[in-house]
């Protein structure tokens, strides 16, 4: 399985943001898909998660309500919309494959992608 995260960039405090995910195979044990991010300094935390098939999504406290987390099944896809960013969103931000664990664990994830940096000015 191969990750390809993109979207990132600088953007202005409130401006809204889309990060892809495209993956190349999945495994059989592959329900979930996972966002994360990691500020400078800090260590990865969860950002969001979805079912590849039921579609439902768990998100942080710190970004329900402003990101929205959707999936692609024909294209092996799945994206992260964020608006309203603030600068404390400033990160780099992983997508994932969910092996075996909680979805808000990094240990829980098989395979990870690149990931997109995201820079966000007050």
């Known amino acids: 399985v191969q990750l390809q995260a993109s979207g990132g960039g600088l953007v202005q405090a409130g401006d809204s943001l889309r990060l892809s995910c495209a993956a190349s195979?999945?495994?059989?044990?592959?329900?979930?898909m996972g966002w994360f991010r990691q500020a400078p300094g800090k260590e990865r935390e969860f950002v969001a998660s979805i079912h590849w098939i039921g579609g439902s999504t768990t998100y942080a406290d710190s970004v329900r309500g402003r990101f929205i987390m959707s999936r692609d099944n024909a294209r092996n896809t799945v994206y992260l919309q964020m608006n309203g960013l603030k600068p404390e969103d400033t990160a780099v931000y992983y997508c994932?494959?969910?092996?075996?664990?909680?979805?808000?664990?990094?240990?829980?994830?098989?395979?990870w992608g690149q990931g997109t940096l995201v820079t966000v000015s007050s």
């Open positions: 994932a494959a969910h092996g075996l664990g909680t979805v808000f664990a990094v240990s829980s994830y098989d395979y």
């Open positions: 195979g999945r495994a059989s044990n592959n329900y979930f």
